[in-house]
């Protein structure tokens, strides 16, 4: 099969079956080494620097680390390709132990292929625990950027961990200018918790950015070129950029990487399954392109494993959850049928497994939507409950943490994105009962730029406090949320920007909250 056929089967209507006879003997290659890519070029003449999209890192072990580079000396080529031939092209790495490059511990020459849209994912092992390291990418006499990276903490040791999360970047909406405020940051760990990208159309004139963009741009994501070219327009953001090259990064998918409110097969536009998948495999495709992802992690058709345990020494471990692959189909009256699932009976069995194995301090769930129980006062019934989030899978939910407090798991924190607000939630045992014991906190991180300016607070948001008394604190700006693990506490740092529709927005941190080890319940810092 030609270089392009890939690529031209998810901009087709293929059959799921071809999806999936194609992308098993595509996986097995790469397992291999072994993808076919036509001609090799060693010294491609290229209209430009290839490193327009940036570097990044991923998934830290204690002796090893992903890094990430794509292709793309005209990154916003219609076609999705980046301005690249179609052939592969040899990428030489190399990883130091200072900023200078100077000591160098491990180099090679990985492959970028057009298959992959010329993107790279280098398993680095043979590194030290807990260390800081420096990277970098060159293809012929370009070289791009050198970026920081930092390796998870041997497993035994008590290392403090300090880490970053955030979710919901529309591009067209706003400037990443919390990015930038986070690239400055000293943190070990970034994790992005979904929608990355968005999928819809996007005006001639790039919203609030006032970018001219090309026609390409203007219609929803559906197909690989479409989503390819959705990620090359984020990844040339600088202040994303700047974030990716500071830190490794986690990452999971949420709804716009594919499609707004999707779950499982379903399309929520009433597309079939068959059609739906294809749009699904195109999208898990360019988000395996696109982020500092392990290469064992590459789709097989419309199917990709997202959720992953990330030990980080004897203080954290992080569980990064899939919330869409597998969830039953939305239906708020059907909250409590215990027959529902969000995460799958595989998925959910893995995590309750993990954590009761876990002997961290700390137990973080990366989660995607929220998990508190939210009375938003807009309905004397079920009406005023989301069943795109946990509040729709109820029963899974009291399952979940019946599992979790009977395997006495040590302070399980739930971190999540999606909603576009800062809140901070203590978890209930019982929701109806205010009086219940706490189970848990979560932290609610607000978006990049979703929403647009937003307030700092609403009559919404105090509505939302009044109705939830496990709620305690509410922000409508945007930003990320900031947290230092120790020991006996753990502290997260609400961060917002006062704007992000024009440049210059000014971050600040709006609420602190300590959580003390044994103890589940939010205090003011």
């Known amino acids: 099969m030609k270089p392009d056929q890939w690529h031209r089967l998810l901009d087709s209507r293929a059959s799921r079956r071809q999806m999936f006879t194609y992308a098993a003997g595509v996986a097995g290659l790469v397992a291999l080494g072994q993808l076919p890519s036509g001609a090799t070029d060693p010294t491609p003449t290229l209209p430009a620097n290839p490193f327009t999209l940036g570097v990044a890192s991923g998934d830290p072990r204690p002796d090893s680390i992903v890094l990430w580079t794509r292709l793309a000396p005209q990154p916003l080529a219609d076609d999705g390709l980046g301005g690249m031939p179609p052939v592969a092209v040899p990428v030489r790495w190399e990883i130091a132990e200072d900023d200078a490059m100077r000591r160098v511990v491990r180099k090679g020459t990985a492959t970028a292929r057009p298959e992959l849209a010329h993107a790279v994912h280098v398993e680095v092992h043979g590194l030290r625990p807990g260390r800081e390291y420096w990277y970098r990418f060159a293809v012929g006499n370009e070289t791009s950027r050198i970026a920081r990276t930092k390796t998870a903490p041997a497993a035994h040791w008590a290392t403090e961990v300090s880490y970053a999360f955030a979710s919901c970047q529309q591009w067209e909406a706003g400037f990443f200018t919390a990015y930038q405020d986070l690239a400055a940051q000293d943190v070990d760990l970034i994790g992005h918790l979904g929608d990355y990208i968005y999928e819809y159309g996007i005006g001639a004139t790039g919203g609030q950015r006032k970018t001219p963009l090309s026609a390409a741009h203007g219609a929803a994501v559906q197909t690989l070129s479409q989503y390819r070219l959705r990620y ?88 990064v959850l899939d919330e869409r692959q597998f969830r039953s189909p939305a239906n708020i009256t059907a909250r409590l049928d215990p027959n529902r699932t969000m995460l799958g009976q595989d998925q959910l069995d893995w995590l309750l497994r993990g954590m ?15 998990m508190f129980q939210l009375d938003r006062l807009t309905d004397p019934g079920l009406q005023q409950l989301n069943p795109d989030t946990w509040d729709g899978y109820a029963a899974e939910r009291d399952r979940l943490w019946a599992g979790i407090t009977e395997r006495r798991v040590a302070n399980p924190v739930v971190i999540t994105g999606d909603a576009h607000v800062n809140v901070a939630s203590e978890l209930k045992a019982d929701f109806a009962d205010p009086n219940s014991p706490n189970v848990g906190v979560e932290l609610l991180a607000t978006s990049i730029t979703s929403g647009g300016n937003g307030t700092d607070t609403s009559a919404g948001g105090q509505e939302w406090l009044a109705a939830n008394p496990h709620l305690k604190f509410f922000n409508n700006q945007r930003g990320y949320v900031r947290c230092r693990v120790a020991k006996d506490t753990m502290r997260a740092d609400y961060v ?30």
């Open 232 to 319: 090359a327009l984020y990844g040339t953001d600088p202040d994303l950029q700047a974030a990716r090259a500071v830190a490794p990064w986690f990452v999971s998918v949420d709804d716009h990487d594919v499609e707004d409110n999707w779950g499982a097969d379903r399309s929520p536009t009433g597309a079939t399954a068959e059609n739906f998948l294809r749009r699904r495999a195109a999208a898990f495709r360019a988000y395996f392109e696109n982020q500092p992802v392990r290469p064992s992690s590459l789709p097989t058709g419309p199917d990709m494993s997202l959720f992953q345990t990330i030990p980080y020494g004897r203080l954290a471990t992080f569980y």
């Open 356 to 370: 009761g194995r876990s002997r961290s301090s700390w137990n973080i769930l990366a989660n995607q939507v929220m």
């Open 496 to 525: 917002v920007v006062d704007k992000v529709t024009t440049p210059g927005g000014v971050p600040s941190v709006r609420k602190s909250f300590v959580v003390e080890s044994g103890r589940p319940a939010l205090q003011d810092a």
